[in-house]
């Protein structure tokens, strides 16, 4: 959806977790509203139509795309009669983001093994004092199929907002793989602790450094 929307360089990698999480927490309140039980074949035609609706819109709105603005300054070749003249020329190496990559890299494998020093087992029951209120809730929507945060309040009415994104995630890794919820949930959290979150702050603090090489 990123590729589609015109994002180009390390930047389309940085926004596919944030553009993956609010397709799959937006889908997941629409299917709650109109009562469309969640399944991961429902979820790839909401992908595939956002895809061709962002390559329309993309089409469309070329000439002004906000993307399309975003380029990596290059040698511009303007002939005045016998000579050239180049103009904002500018090198842009490797150097310029070896730096923010390592720690990114440096602050996800501290995460990662401290994690894991804490599991020990991929099936290890979270000891938080709100473990069993998530579990139980990724339970309730695996038997429901309803994944919507406007339906997190596991006792009628159901009317309860509460963000579910996490736990979105979890189910469906549990639809796709049929692992357990501990495994499930351990897994996705690993994910966005190790690998989301030190790739978003590496991808702000590149673009309020308006580093172009990571933007183009």
């Not at 945060?149 to 309860?160: G, I």
């Not at 189910?171 to 919820?181: F, K, R």
Request: charged share 10%; glycine share 4%; with cysteine.
């Amino acid at each position: 959806v990123g590729k589609s929307l015109g994002v180009k360089g390390y930047l389309s990698i940085a926004v596919a977790p944030f553009i993956s999480v609010a397709i799959i927490a937006t889908t997941a309140v629409a299917f709650g509203a109109i009562g469309i039980p969640w399944s991961i074949t429902g979820l790839f035609i909401i992908c595939v139509m956002l895809i061709v609706l962002s390559l329309l819109v993309r089409n469309i709105l070329a000439p002004t795309h906000i993307f399309n603005k975003i380029r990596l300054s290059k040698k511009n070749v303007c002939k005045d009669k016998s000579k050239t003249t180049l103009l904002n020329t500018e090198i842009i190496t490797w150097k310029s983001i070896a730096l923010p990559f390592s720690v990114a890299i440096a602050t996800g494998a501290v995460l990662f093994a401290r994690i894991l020093y804490n599991l020990q087992v991929p099936n290890a029951i979270s000891q938080s004092w709100d473990g069993h209120y998530h579990y139980n809730n990724v339970a309730r929507m695996l038997d429901s199929g309803d994944l919507s945060s406007l339906h997190m309040l596991q006792l009628p009415p159901n009317t309860s907002f509460y963000p579910a994104a996490w736990h979105d995630f979890v189910v469906s890794v549990i639809q796709v793989t049929g692992v357990s919820i501990p495994v499930a949930a351990n897994a996705v959290t690993y994910l966005f602790l190790c690998f989301v979150w030190p790739i978003s702050i590496l991808a702000f603090a590149l673009v309020i450094s308006r580093n172009k090489l990571f933007l183009t």
